[in-house]
């Protein structure tokens, strides 16, 4: 096994400030499969760590004999075989990146072999006889953090970038992970802290630092605090949606159409779709992309009064999920009579963001849009789930709906991890504790105490005020040769 022979500082400005954990940090060398186990044209194991060339050295034979990698130049690539004891395992392409310039600011090696699982493994297997560890799911992030390459929230937004299924969550995933947010927290982070250095200075010195009028100038500067705290935790509601999807809840009668609605969106037939009525008793959940975003659809059992004890059930999780849902869906059947199953929908939506959809537009018309919308003032389309016809209009109206002013990743952050926002909040929320002790003429050592909350909070976000267990569980969640 490998030997832990450095101690890892490398990249850092200031080693001191940060947890002991992260000074105490040793590397050995490790290597994963970074490409899917699936059996692909190219397969890429990575090696990092102080040994990763002398572990490299051991297995690969250069084409050009005598090739030694440590001696070649960073970012530079070389052809030749993996041999175990004279038997080639295969042809490959290796890689080199010298610390601190690599994805985990230690030495590194990338080799790119053929990617079927077999032969990964084999070579896998090679490198771990020759004293390289097997990394962690998520470890290569983790060092990147703990080197100090990246913060805790651009080594998530890693995670997110991997898991992003939509283009905005792709785009906020990335715009974080260039450093967006992090540049917003530390900004707000080195401003708390000035405050409380001015305090404690004050409070040391008072011959040179007066504190006379400072809890008016501190209150104005509070405002601006909050007010930034404010709009960073306004987006994540805008953040929520764009990594999750807009949770829609398609509702209505029996036979109203739902379930072709929802099939006709899917474009696949996903749902049971019958012509008795009440046969979608449970809720189906499917995501659908729409213009970048995605939509997490609630295909939910027809609400209409009934006896039958499971089809009750039924009713109530739709109307539960009406209630949780961002975006409503109300399928009127515009061939048939608004009844008193209609109304009773109507009356629980008033207050609700709902689109009406006149179903079943290529047969006659019995109830006319008018009809709908003057007992719900709202948005309202013919459609028909059978032909398609106002499909497209209804996408219009949920982008227009959704990315009113459009969405921006160039000077907007969006926090859309629910660690970040609970940080915030807390920050937000001890800063308020400051404005407090302001009011009640509390002495200004109270305004530390909070101030160093806030100050706290915030290094959550950026992992510099975290615990190492938080550290783990974050990078166990990552995949294996992350
Ligand atoms: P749900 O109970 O609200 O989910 O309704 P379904 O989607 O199961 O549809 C009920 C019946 O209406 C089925 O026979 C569908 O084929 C039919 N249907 C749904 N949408 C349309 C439409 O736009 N036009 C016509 N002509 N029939 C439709």
Same mark, same amino acid.
């Not at 009011?439 to 109270?446: I, S, T, V, Y």
């Given at each position: 096994?490998?030997?832990?022979?450095?101690?890892?500082?490398?990249?850092?400005?200031? !080693?001191?400030?940060?947890?002991?954990?992260?000074?105490?940090?040793?590397?050995?060398?490790?290597?994963?499969?970074?490409?899917?186990?699936?059996?692909?044209?190219?397969?890429?194991?990575?090696?990092?760590?102080?040994?990763?060339? @002398?572990?490299?050295?051991?297995?690969?034979?250069?084409?050009?004999?005598?090739?030694?990698?440590?001696?070649?130049?960073?970012?530079?690539?070389?052809?030749?075989?993996?041999?175990?004891?004279?038997?080639?395992?295969?042809?490959?392409?290796?890689?080199?990146?010298?610390?601190?310039?690599?994805?985990?600011?230690?030495?590194?090696?990338?080799?790119?072999?053929?990617?079927?699982?077999?032969?990964?493994?084999?070579?896998?297997?090679?490198?771990?006889?020759?004293?390289?560890?097997? !990394?962690?799911?998520?470890?290569?992030?983790?060092?990147?953090?703990?080197?100090?390459?990246?913060?805790?929230?651009?080594?998530? @937004?890693?995670?997110?970038?991997?898991?992003?299924?939509?283009?905005?969550?792709?785009?906020?995933?990335?715009?974080?992970?260039?450093?967006?947010?992090?540049?917003?927290?530390?900004?707000?982070?080195?401003?708390?802290?000035?405050?409380?250095?001015?305090?404690?200075?004050?409070?040391?010195?008072?011959?040179?630092?007066?504190?006379?009028?400072?809890?008016?100038?501190?209150?104005?500067?509070?405002?601006?605090?909050?007010?930034? !705290?404010?709009?960073?935790?306004?987006?994540?509601?805008?953040?929520?949606?764009?990594?999750?999807?807009?949770?829609?809840?398609?509702?209505?009668?029996?036979? @109203?159409?739902?379930?072709?609605?929802?099939? !006709?969106?899917?474009?696949?037939?996903?749902?049971?779709?019958?012509?008795?009525?009440?046969?979608?008793?449970?809720?189906?959940?499917?995501?659908?992309?729409?213009?970048?975003?995605?939509?997490?659809?609630?295909?939910?059992?027809?609400?209409?009064?009934?006896?039958?004890?499971?089809?009750?059930?039924?009713?109530?999780?739709?109307?539960?999920?009406?209630?949780? @849902?961002?975006?409503?869906?109300?399928?009127?059947?515009?061939?048939?009579?608004?009844?008193?199953?209609?109304?009773?929908?109507?009356?629980?939506?008033?207050?609700?963001?709902?689109?009406?959809?006149?179903?079943?537009?290529?047969?006659?018309?019995?109830?006319?849009?008018?009809?709908?919308?003057?007992?719900?003032?709202?948005?309202?389309?013919?459609?028909?789930?059978?032909?398609?016809?106002?499909?497209?209009?209804?996408?219009?109206?949920?982008?227009?709906?959704?990315?009113?002013?459009?969405?921006?990743?160039?000077?907007?952050?969006?926090?859309?991890?629910?660690?970040?926002?609970?940080?915030?909040?807390?920050?937000?929320?001890?800063?308020?504790?400051?404005?407090?002790?302001?009011?009640?003429?509390?002495?200004?050592?109270?305004?530390?105490?909070?101030?160093?909350?806030?100050?706290?909070?915030?290094?959550?976000?950026?992992?510099?005020?975290?615990?190492?267990?938080?550290?783990?569980?974050?990078?166990?969640?990552?995949?294996?040769?992350?």
């Amino acid at each position: 096994m490998a030997v832990i022979t450095e101690t890892e500082t490398r990249g850092v400005e200031d !080693a001191s400030k940060r947890p002991l954990f992260l000074i105490m940090y040793k590397s050995d060398t490790i290597a994963a499969i970074a490409t899917p186990m699936t059996g692909s044209g190219i397969g890429v194991l990575r090696i990092s760590g102080v040994e990763s060339f @002398a572990i490299a050295e051991k297995v690969f034979e250069p084409w050009k004999k005598g090739k030694i990698l440590s001696e070649q130049s960073a970012y530079t690539v070389h052809y030749g075989n993996i041999v175990d004891e004279g038997e080639i395992i295969d042809e490959v392409i290796v890689l080199i990146m010298k610390a601190p310039h690599s994805y985990t600011a230690e030495d590194t090696v990338e080799i790119n072999c053929h990617g079927g699982s077999f032969v990964m493994k084999k070579i896998l297997e090679l490198l771990l006889r020759k004293g390289a560890r097997l !990394a962690e799911p998520g470890e290569f992030t983790k060092r990147a953090f703990l080197n100090g390459r990246i913060d805790l929230s651009q080594a998530e @937004a890693v995670m997110d970038v991997i898991q992003a299924k939509n283009n905005y969550a792709l785009q906020s995933s990335v715009s974080q992970l260039k450093g967006s947010l992090v540049g917003k927290i530390k900004d707000l982070r080195e401003k708390i802290l000035y405050e409380m250095a001015f305090i404690e200075s004050a409070l040391d010195d008072p011959e040179h630092y007066s504190l006379d009028g400072y809890p008016t100038v501190l209150r104005e500067k509070l405002d601006r605090f909050i007010e930034e !705290a404010d709009s960073i935790l306004l987006s994540s509601e805008e953040g929520r949606v764009i990594r999750e999807g807009i949770r829609t809840a398609i509702i209505g009668k029996p036979n @109203a159409g739902k379930s072709s609605l929802m099939n !006709a969106l899917l474009g696949s037939s996903r749902a049971i779709v019958t012509d008795m009525a009440g046969t979608t008793r449970d809720i189906l959940e499917e995501q659908i992309q729409l213009r970048g975003l995605s939509l997490s659809i609630l295909d939910t059992a027809g609400i209409r009064k009934t006896d039958d004890p499971v089809e009750s059930i039924g009713v109530e999780r739709a109307k539960k999920a009406a209630e949780d @849902a961002d975006l409503i869906l109300y399928v009127v059947d515009s061939s048939d009579i608004l009844d008193e199953n209609d109304r009773e929908i109507i009356a629980g939506l008033a207050d609700k963001n709902v689109i009406i959809l006149l179903n079943k537009n290529d047969l006659p018309t019995v109830t006319k849009m008018e009809m709908v919308t003057e007992q719900l003032q709202k948005p309202a389309l013919y459609i028909s789930a059978r032909s398609g016809e106002g499909l497209e209009e209804l996408s219009d109206l949920i982008e227009s709906m959704f990315l009113s002013g459009g969405i921006s990743f160039n000077d907007q952050v969006y926090l859309t991890n629910i660690r970040h926002q609970t940080a915030m909040r807390n920050a937000k929320n001890s800063l308020m504790m400051v404005m407090e002790s302001i009011e009640k003429g509390l002495p200004e050592d109270f305004y530390s105490i909070d101030l160093m909350d806030a100050y706290e909070s915030l290094g959550e976000i950026t992992g510099e005020a975290v615990g190492e267990d938080l550290v783990n569980e974050i990078f166990s969640k990552f995949c294996m040769g992350k």
